[in-house]
Structures are given as C-alpha cells and as structure tokens.
Antibody, heavy 120, light 110 residues
Framework: EVQLVESGGGLVQPGRSLRLSCAAS????????MHWVRQAPGKGLEWVSG????????AYADSVRGRFTISRDNGQSSVYLQMNSLRSEDTALYYC?????????????WGQGTLVTVSS | QSALTQPASVSGSPGQSITISCTGT?????????VSWYQQHPGKAPKLLIY???NRPSGISNRFSGSKSGNTASLTISGLQADDEADYYC??????????FGGGTKLTVL
C-alpha cells in the first residue's frame, strides 16, 4: 500500500524557516517525481514545487521561488521542503504527492498533509 | 487568482449529468494534454479522477469523463450520486514549466 506521511509543520513567526519532510513507502520511490501542493484554509489547491526522480530537474511556483527549496533522498525514500523567509500567505496545509513526471499534474497518491501556520 | 478558471459552483439532482469547465490559455490547456481532475471531500486529501485530459486511473468509475476543446477542459459526471458532492479541481502543465490548478468548483447534489 502506498503511503506518504508528511511531518514538520507547526507555528512559525514571519521571516523564520521551517523544513517539511515526507516519508514514502509502498512503491519504488526513485521511479517517481515528487511534489508539494498546499491548500490555505478554506481555499483551493496550489502547486508549490516538484522534483524529478533523480533530482536533475526541479520546478517552483512563482510565489515561492527563491524562498523554498525542494530536495529528496532516494535512499531514505523521502522528499523535503525547506521553507525560508516565511510569510503569512504561506499558511496552509502542505501535501506531498507522487506522480510519474515533474511536468505532469497527475498525482495519484497524496499524504494527509502537515499544517504550517505563519503568524507572530 | 488561479491560472485556470472554473465556475465557483454547480449543482444537479441525483441521476442527472453535470459538466465542470476549466478554462486556460494557449500556454497551458490549449496546447498540452497534461490536464487532470481531482475530487476533494471536506477534510480529505484530493483524489485523482482524470489524467491526460480523458484517462481514468484504475478504480475510478466510468461515470467520470474528461474532454478538451481549445483552451477549455471539461469534467462530466453522469448519474449523479449523493457522494459526488465535493470540491473539484482541474490541473494543467504550463509552458513556464510549472503546474497550476483551477480555483475549484463546489458540486452540490440537490
């Protein structure tokens, strides 16, 4: 059974940093691209970032480029999101999701999300 | 403001069919076949319904179908059921090598 388990969320002050993790199991991790998608409270989905199976290709939404960094460790079957210079508008439930490719919005499995709250 | 435009809400009665539109531009929906649809029930993670415009993952009912014409993709749900009441999102690849979602459509089953 495919499982994606996010962790690392919490309450953080504006301007500070946070690192999210997503532990994967139940599939061959390094066969797939991995993505982060967020959802602000009561709002819609927003794609944040994606990374190819071998980390050779990485993409970011304009809203986070230059502040967030995605990475993965295939040996640990994990993907990470380093979030710096956090803003109130980054407050959201952050999901990790798997897909066949970096540029395909085909997310066939999602985690349950980890909540990030940016507030003073 | 989302890159892809969806109606805020649609409604239908049990047994009827409804269609949700997703309008983009020639930079995304109009050019690429990487268009997907998701269903999200309250408090749950999204669920993939359609990928590559019209393909259903294993286990998804054939009551869900996808299509595209020009810059607009569409999700049709036939034989509406109470459990179809949820939020629906489209997603697409963009020529900026990023992905985007529509703003979401709330489906109410009357």
């Amino acid at each position: 059974e495919v499982q994606l388990v996010e962790s690392g969320g919490g309450l953080v002050q504006p301007g500070r940093s946070l690192r999210l993790s997503c532990a994967a199991s139940g599939f061959t991790f390094d066969d797939y691209a991995m993505h982060w998608v967020r959802q602000a409270p009561g709002k819609g989905l927003e794609w944040v970032s994606g990374i190819s199976w071998n980390s050779a290709d990485i993409a970011y939404a304009d809203s986070v480029r230059g502040r967030f960094t995605i990475s993965r460790d295939n040996g640990q079957s994990s993907v990470y999101l380093q979030m710096n210079s956090l803003r109130s508008e980054d407050t959201a439930l952050y999901y990790c999701a798997k897909g066949p490719g970096l540029y395909q919005p085909r997310f066939d499995h999602w985690g349950q999300g980890t909540l990030v709250t940016v507030s003073s | 403001q989302s890159a892809l435009t969806q109606p805020a809400s649609v409604s239908g009665s049990p047994g009827q069919s409804i269609t949700i539109s997703c309008t983009g531009t020639s930079s995304d929906v109009g050019t690429y076949t990487y268009v997907s649809w998701y269903q999200q029930h309250p408090g749950k993670a999204p669920k993939l319904l359609i990928y590559d415009v019209r393909n259903r993952p294993s286990g998804i009912s054939n009551r869900f179908s996808g299509s595209k014409s020009g810059n607009t993709a569409s999700l049709t749900i036939s034989g509406l059921q109470a459990d179809d009441e949820a939020d629906y999102y489209c997603g697409s690849f963009r020529n900026t090598k990023t992905l985007s979602f529509g703003g979401g459509t709330k489906l109410t089953v009357l």
